[in-house]
């Protein structure tokens, strides 16, 4: 009896540590997210429960270039440039979004060209051409983007992938969602079938849909997504990140004219936490996205004059600097805070950081005053609406919900926001954000130069070509000497040639 309870927690220790799969019962109805409307636009969003966690390990990227090659590639019946020409006249499109956990296929058509755009849809998700010049095509474009647009043509989103890369190290978030390089050069269109036949599924699936849609639609849609091979439920049991006490800072040497910083750490909480309004608020008062009324963009930006904006983040915002509102259907079981501060001139980089700092510290140990958190939570409970403006990015949020386990969004946020008080704010501060080991990315030529600066905490003056206000420069005098508490050996140079490689 002994040995063969040894056998069956062996055989548990050596299950995966972030997924366990249940069969998956045959009368159990395909999950839907439905939201009928008068409007004349119907929107789909077809999501499957399946991301860059489940790359196998050395395959890394394949979970996205599976789901390109069903977006971006052609069908057993169709070129990819016969979709696309198909497409044209009732201008629209298919597309895909893959993440951590989610994989979710985007499309919107007007109801008067519902059975010509689904009629492509269907094809593309049920009969993929799995043609070898699109695989070829797909994937090249996937080590382009980490090779040539991250690597070399976009320091802000390098320098928050990298984070993101460290933060996570040894975990199933650690590598890009496109992959490795690596990984990237040795899958083969088989690897895609493999997938693909694994992972769509009628467990996997989530169906969401809105707009003027008829009762015959709707069945005719659940009745094709029931033809799926039936597969099995995962429930997910994704760990914390390991950290280890103390700062990290990775500098990524490249050649370029600037400095871009990204650095944060694990948060401990996610959409669904309780405390996750409050966190929502501190994030909005120090840094919202594209927002010159935040306290980081006024004290960097406003009154220094040191880059384009200063932004923070309790969520996986990727492409922030093409966009105004984050995408939904990036929902993830761990997340992390972070502080984005776009590039520096490089003379002024250990400034910048150590501005981002110095504020940061004192967000921790000063709280927010009763005048910003109630200014704040009155802005917030207004942006809730500009997320989800569009029928899609309304049906996006919903099914966001789903994921997390919580009622409508901004329903839920405006209830929430409306309850929060001050103090509530300030407990999450000290609980989330205090004494967390914080990780730094740099993005900048020199390394070696900087890390120098650093390692030696040695004055760094602001060069400005306009002089500011005396309480800014006498407020310099003491940032310009601010303690980066990191040790020599934990600041690192990495060449940005080994970066996603």
Request: net charge positive; proline share 6%.
């Given at each position: 009896?002994k ?16 997924a ?35 790359d ?8 996205a ?7 971006q ?25 893959t ?7 985007v ?5 008067d ?21 699109d695989?070829?095509r ?38 890009n ?8 050069e ?16 009628q ?10 849609f008829?009762?015959?639609?709707e069945?005719a849609f659940?009745?094709?997504f ?16 390991s950290?280890t ?8 040497e ?32 120090f ?14 930006r ?20 093409y ?6 259907n ?7 805070f ?47 609406n500009?997320?989800?403006?569009t029928q ?18 901004n ?30 990315v ?41 303690k ?18």
């Open positions: 009896m040995s063969a309870t040894a056998f069956i927690l062996t055989l548990i220790f050596l299950l995966p540590a972030f366990m799969e249940t069969p998956l019962e045959k009368q159990t109805p395909l999950a839907t997210v439905f939201k009928p409307s008068r409007s004349p636009l119907i929107s789909f969003r077809i999501q499957f429960l399946t991301g860059s966690v489940d196998p390990k050395g395959k890394e990227g394949l979970a270039l599976t789901a390109a090659i069903i977006s590639g052609g069908t057993k019946h169709k070129s990819y440039d016969e979709i696309v020409e198909a497409f044209y006249p009732m201008a629209t499109s298919f597309s895909a979004q993440d951590k956990e989610m994989t979710t296929f499309g919107n058509t007007h109801v060209n519902l059975d010509k755009y689904y009629a492509l849809v269907r094809e593309m998700m049920f009969e993929p051409g799995f043609r070898d010049e695989f070829k797909l994937r090249e474009d996937a080590l382009n983007y980490l090779k040539t647009t991250l690597r070399n043509n976009n320091d802000e989103e390098l320098g928050k992938e990298r984070l993101y890369n460290l933060i996570y190290a040894g975990h199933p978030y650690e590598s969602t496109t992959g490795r390089v690596s990984s990237l040795k899958l083969t269109i088989a690897d895609v079938r493999a997938f693909y036949a694994k992972h769509y599924t467990a996997s699936v989530v169906l969401g849909l809105s707009g003027n008829t009762p015959k639609f069945a659940l009745a094709d029931q033809k799926l091979p039936m597969g099995k439920k995962i429930a997910r049991r994704i760990p914390a990140p950290s006490p103390g700062t990290k800072i990775d500098i990524v490249r050649e370029t004219g600037s400095t871009a910083i990204s650095l944060g750490f694990p948060l401990g909480a996610n959409r669904k936490s309780p405390d996750y309004p409050a966190l929502a608020l501190v994030a909005s008062y840094g919202q996205h594209r927002s010159s009324s935040s306290y980081l963009y006024g004290k960097i406003e009154k220094r004059g040191l880059n384009y904006g200063d932004y923070a983040y309790v969520e996986y915002f990727p492409s922030g600097m966009q105004f509102e984050p995408d939904p990036l929902a993830r079981s761990q997340q992390i972070q502080i984005w501060i776009r590039p520096v001139e490089p003379q002024n980089a250990h400034f910048a950081l150590r501005a981002a700092l110095f504020e940061f510290d004192k967000l921790v140990r000063d709280g927010l005053s009763k005048q910003d958190f109630e200014a704040t939570r009155d802005f917030l409970s207004k942006y809730v500009i997320l989800t403006q899609s990015s309304e049906l996006g949020y919903a099914l966001d919900s789903r994921y997390y386990g919580m009622g409508d969004y329903t839920y946020m405006k209830a929430a926001l409306a309850k929060l008080t001050l103090a509530d704010v300030n407990r999450a501060i000290k609980k989330y954000l205090g004494s967390k080991p914080m990780t730094i740099m993005v900048t030529k020199d390394a070696e130069g900087l890390r120098s600066e650093i390692t030696s905490g040695k004055t760094s003056p602001i060069k400005y070509q306009a002089a500011p206000s005396q309480e800014i420069l006498d407020e310099d005098k003491i940032i310009q000497d601010y980066i508490n990191v040790k020599p050996a934990d600041v690192t140079i990495t060449p940005v040639e080994r970066v996603f490689q």
